[in-house]
């Protein structure tokens, strides 16, 4: 056992004893259980030593060329492009197609013992990670920030000692947990909001020792937790696996959802107004490309190409429209037929629950039996002050933005995916503390910015690949501190000046005729 597995072996042994109030077994016999809900990580071989390269990311073109982060030479020169070499795009992307070898296994900022792992930035201790930052002690964990001791978890943000959760938000001690925030000791749940102690209980908030949604008193909350706990330890011990919070929930009997009635929606909201959203679009692609662009819709394929994108799913009671991420590989399906909107699973939780009796039998063998009438889902998450969110999903104290999920502390977005502290970002995913961007990807700290991927502290940079304090600068590749470069190589800045305006016109008028641009950020090689 090397060094970071023995360590994350003990670290995964005290969360066991933490959440579970038990000990299961070592880490590694329970890797594939821990993997089933993260997005599959992918391998490539390095050009250049033919190792092991991990990758986040499947849309690169078939030929390109890897190498390691850490096989990265950065101090490597290269001679300026001749002008003769750059008459249009099609040239320039052919002059520089030889520099070009894109970088796995990335691991940025102050980082340590990250292994198997990339897109990470400011980390310790981790394993099979991918999209992180500013995180400890993670195993088999994607899209997330700032949390420690989490395992196989989707999406935890500041979270801590969560095992096979996702899309936590600020929880702590908990298993098998969906779509929460501010939980602490809950396990088996999904939709709940400030609650504590609680245990196969959907849609709730504000409450605390609750058994199918039911409060007991904490004597006898405390003996039926005690007892399912006891039961969760000797069944992980015996197979290794649990079944999740959706496989039991997909057994079950399904309610009469007609009592519901109508609910007034956050996502329905009255007043969302899309204009706002489209003229920065507009301001947006002026500032970057030199040309305002007009009708956000009419460029969504285009947008939509490498992020994670909504899609429009039905209310499971009244039909209503509910807007979510589309499924992601390898992560389970919530069922289409136990999806509701946020106004419906709120009223549901506040109005159905188990017996006392029903509360009180409840084991892991028979609660597919007893949560069928009150295991239903929202798909949505709407916490903190949020406005103007039209076709939204997961927002979290943001603004005017559209079409946009994972939104945190984010405004004036279009398209993307998890802009978190960021602004006025389209067609991105995963970009953090970054603003004026179009379709950008894995990347912070970026700043008038087109086709960057993997980059950070860059500004005013288009096609751009694993690329850290770079300016002013177009077709860089693995490279660091550069100002005014192409390909890597400096020019005048006259020079990149004039080229620089040829690109965008170019890019300008394909874009304007045919809503589309065939060239991107995977695909130069």
């Known amino acids: 056992m090397g060094e970071i597995l023995e360590v994350l072996d003990r670290r995964w042994r005290n969360a066991c004893r933490v959440v579970l109030k038990g000990e299961v077994g070592p880490l590694e016999d329970y890797l594939p259980y821990l993997s089933e809900y993260v997005e599959p990580l992918f391998t490539k071989k390095s050009s ?117 959760c996702s899309q936590t938000f600020r929880e702590k001690r908990c298993f098998e947990v969906w779509n929460s925030q501010n939980t602490s000791d809950c396990y088996y749940s999904y939709g709940l909001d400030a609650c504590s102690e609680c245990f196969f209980s959907f849609n709730l908030k504000n409450r605390k020792r609750c058994i199918g949604n039911l409060e007991l008193d904490p004597s006898k909350y405390a003996q039926v937790k005690d007892k399912l706990l006891s039961e969760i330890v000797e069944k992980l011990k015996k197979d290794r696996r649990l079944p999740g919070i959706l496989e039991i929930a997909s057994k079950s009997r399904k309610a009469d959802l007609k009592n519901l009635g109508q609910c007034a929606d956050v996502e329905q909201y009255a007043g969302e107004d899309r204009e706002i959203i489209e003229r920065e679009f507009s301001t947006t692609a002026n500032l970057i490309l030199g040309r305002e662009l007009f009708g956000m819709d009419g460029y969504r394929a285009w947008l939509e190409r490498h992020t994670h994108p909504i899609e429009e799913r039905e209310s499971a009671a009244s039909g209503a429209i509910i807007y979510t991420l589309r499924h992601m590989i390898g992560i389970p399906p919530v069922p289409p037929d136990r999806m509701l909107t946020i106004g419906e699973a709120e009223k549901l939780g506040i109005s159905s629950m188990l017996s006392q009796i029903e509360a009180e039998s409840i084991s892991l063998e028979n609660a597919h039996e007893r949560i069928g009438r009150i295991a239903y889902f929202r798909v949505d998450i709407r916490t903190g002050a949020n406005a103007n969110l039209p076709e939204c999903t997961a927002c979290i104290d943001s603004s005017n933005c559209y079409r946009s999920s994972g939104t945190v502390y984010a405004k004036y977005c279009g398209y993307t995916f998890w802009p978190r502290s960021s602004q006025h970002c389209f067609g991105c995913d995963s970009v953090f503390d970054s603003s004026f961007c179009i379709n950008c990807y894995r990347s912070q700290k970026l700043n008038r910015c087109f086709e960057c991927d993997n980059c950070r502290d860059c500004s005013d940079s288009y096609f751009c690949h694993n690329c850290e304090n770079v300016r002013d600068s177009m077709f860089c590749f693995n490279s660091k501190n550069l100002s005014h470069a192409i390909g890597n190589a400096p020019v005048e800045p006259g020079e990149y000046k004039s080229i620089k305006s040829m690109l965008l016109s170019q890019i300008g008028e394909k874009l304007e005729k045919k809503k589309d641009l065939q060239l991107d950020i995977f695909n130069i090689v």
């Open 48 to 164: 250049l030593s033919g190792k092991e390269v991990t990758v986040a990311f499947d849309d690169y073109s078939k030929n390109a060329k890897w190498l390691s982060f850490d096989e990265t030479d950065y101090s490597r020169k290269f001679e300026p492009l001749s002008i003769n070499q750059i008459k249009d795009i099609d040239s320039l992307v052919d002059a520089v197609s030889e520099r070009i070898c894109y970088s796995g296994s990335v691991i940025l900022g102050n980082s340590g013992h990250v292994e198997r792992s990339t897109n990470v930035s400011d980390s310790f201790y981790a394993m099979g990670i991918a999209n992180m930052g500013d995180c400890k002690y993670l195993v088999l964990n994607a899209f997330g920030r700032l949390s420690e001791d989490c395992f196989g978890t989707y999406g935890p943000g500041e979270s801590q000692f969560c095992i096979r």
